[in-house]
């Protein structure tokens, strides 16, 4: 049971550039996230999903675009990479019960864009 | 929209000290979660509160839910440097409401 896994751990991007960054969680859960944290901040919800198919914008969605194709992935994608979207990000997935709704994160994607 | 005001943002002090933050907010949750998130991981749920008035206790780290349950609290009794880390309050909702956490740093 690997929890909640990140694909890539780095990567250095240059400005206009692309890439998909992968959330992989085999929990069987039904709500997954993607988040931007910038050093010292919180967290920012970028996107989100309900369940397969689904997808929802949240706090800061501009310049992501995702899919949840399959219920255990959940992908976040840059189309035309920014300095300002260096930052790392983090997924993170939950199976609502009741009131309680424990987020489980994965290990993170540091992302830097030149 | 709801906000989760934390303070203080950011706390340093020396092994040792006793401490508490806050996270505070004007609307009722009907459950607030706390989690610490040490540098370099994501962050990882230390409790959830669901009760007004409820206090929990996880070894030298005691959490108490607002009567009202729009606030919450952290207290760190004799702090180590394993507590450094940025502690997020987070309240019920889809999606969860994070606030900005404070960030603890303790001192040898």
């Known amino acids: 049971n690997a929890g909640v896994t990140q694909t890539p751990k780095f990567r250095v991007l240059k400005t206009g550039q692309s890439m998909t960054l992968l959330c992989a969680q085999d929990?069987?859960?039904?709500?997954m996230y993607w988040y931007r944290q910038d050093p010292g901040m919180g967290l920012r919800l970028i996107h989100y999903s309900v369940g397969e198919g689904t997808t929802a914008k949240g706090e800061v969605p501009d310049g992501y675009n995702v899919s949840r194709l399959k219920k255990q992935n959940f992908l976040l994608g840059l189309e035309s990479a920014a300095p300002s979207q260096t930052s790392v990000y983090f997924c993170?997935?939950?199976?609502?019960?009741?009131?309680?709704?424990?987020?489980?994160f994965g290990p993170g994607t540091r992302l830097l864009v030149l | 929209t709801q906000l989760l005001e934390q303070s203080p943002q950011f706390l340093s002090i020396q092994e040792g000290e006793n401490l508490t933050v806050y996270c505070n907010s004007s609307?009722?949750?009907?459950?607030l979660q706390w989690y610490r998130q040490e540098p370099g991981e994501g962050p990882v749920l230390l409790v959830t509160v669901v009760t007004g008035g409820e206090v929990k206790k996880l070894k030298r780290l005691t959490f108490q839910f607002g009567d009202a349950r729009k606030d919450s609290s952290l207290h760190i009794t004799a702090a180590q440097t394993g507590d450094t880390g940025l502690y997020l309050c987070a309240g019920a909702g889809t999606p969860l409401v994070f606030g900005k956490g404070t960030r603890l740093s303790v001192i040898a």
């Open positions: 993170a997935s939950t199976q609502r019960r009741l009131k309680q709704e424990t987020q489980y």
């Open positions: 609307s009722v949750f009907s459950s």
């Open positions: 929990m069987n859960h039904e709500y």
